[in-house]
């Protein structure tokens, strides 16, 4: 596996939970131009997570194979564990291959949360703690920036969640307040002649 001492060590620091230091397009911009094509190749699947029957592109990252499964077996403990609670066939659900079974675990962990929100944040931990739990031995290789940038994705959709849960909360207020205008409308008398 290829050596990179210089483009890691540039790359500012990653922290759960912290704001995302630059978009995956800017990060994804650097890489190309210091990286092999091959290695860059292999980067750009990170989050090349295959749908149900669909085959997985060969990688040679043994961090990207082990948090590929990882996250398959993250996927469908939490497809069996809402199907059993739907009451429905959970096979249907289920994508074939391999999986972790720290991953299930995870996923418990996840279907406990009531607030889907919580459960999201909860989601996006666990994953990251994958990765971290993955690529404990990488350093300045093509595992610890494709760690990176999977660690980027998710502060991405941390700050996406709390775009969302901002506009969820206004439009939530909204309401509340509509509501309350038009209750407060119908209960004054109208002008009588």
Same mark, same amino acid.
């Given at each position: ?15 759960? =939970? ?34 149900? =029957? ?18 398959? =077996? ?50 996006? #931990? ?6 971290? #739990? ?54 004054t008398p109208g002008d009588e002649e």
């Amino acid at each position: 596996m290829s050596r990179y001492w210089y483009f890691p060590a540039t790359l500012p620091g990653l922290i759960f =939970g912290s704001p995302a230091p630059m978009t995956d397009a800017q990060f994804m911009e650097q890489a190309r131009e210091a990286l092999s094509s091959s290695d860059f190749a292999e980067l750009e699947q990170c989050f090349d997570i295959p749908a149900a =029957g669909k085959k997985e592109k060969a990688v040679s990252s043994q961090l990207l194979l082990n948090y590929r499964t990882w996250e398959r =077996g993250f996927r469908n403990g939490l497809a069996r564990l809402r199907s059993r609670k739907a009451g429905i066939d959970e096979e249907q659900y289920v994508r074939q291959g391999p999986g972790k079974d720290e991953a299930a675990a995870a996923a418990l962990i996840c279907f406990n949360y009531q607030d889907p929100l919580e459960a999201e944040m909860a989601a996006e #931990h666990e994953r990251w703690m994958a990765v971290d #739990h993955y690529s404990a031995l990488s350093a300045f290789d093509l595992d610890s920036i494709i760690a990176y940038r999977i660690k980027l994705g998710i502060a991405i959709r941390l700050k996406n969640l709390e775009k969302e849960r901002g506009i969820l909360e206004y439009s939530r207020l909204y309401k509340e307040i509509m509501e309350r205008v038009v209750s407060e409308e119908a209960e004054t008398p109208g002008d009588e002649e």
